[in-house]
C-alpha cells in the first residue's frame, strides 16, 4: 500500500483527525471553511514543523471560531 495512503488511514481514525474535523465543522457553521483553511495553510509555510492540527487550531483562534 502506499505510504502516504497508509498513514492516512492510520490518523484517520485518531482523535487528531477528529479534532479537525470539529474544527472544520466549527468554520463551516460560521460560513469561514475557506478563511480558516487558507489561514491554515499559511501558517504551515512559515511554520514547516507545525502539525495540521495545530495550524488548524491558531487559524481557528485567529477568526474567533
Known amino acids: 500500500m502506499n505510504p502516504v495512503r497508509e498513514a492516512f488511514l492510520k490518523e484517520y481514525k485518531s482523535d487528531t483527525m477528529f479534532e479537525?474535523?470539529?474544527i472544520l465543522d466549527r468554520?463551516?457553521?460560521?460560513?469561514?471553511?475557506t478563511?480558516?483553511?487558507?489561514?491554515?495553510?499559511?501558517?504551515?509555510k512559515e511554520h514547516p514543523n507545525s502539525t495540521p492540527l495545530l495550524s488548524l487550531q491558531i487559524a481557528a483562534n485567529d477568526w474567533d471560531i
Open 20 to 22: 479537525i474535523v470539529q
Open 35 to 44: 478563511e480558516v483553511v487558507v489561514t491554515a495553510l499559511k501558517e504551515m
Open 27 to 33: 468554520a463551516e457553521q460560521f460560513g469561514l471553511t
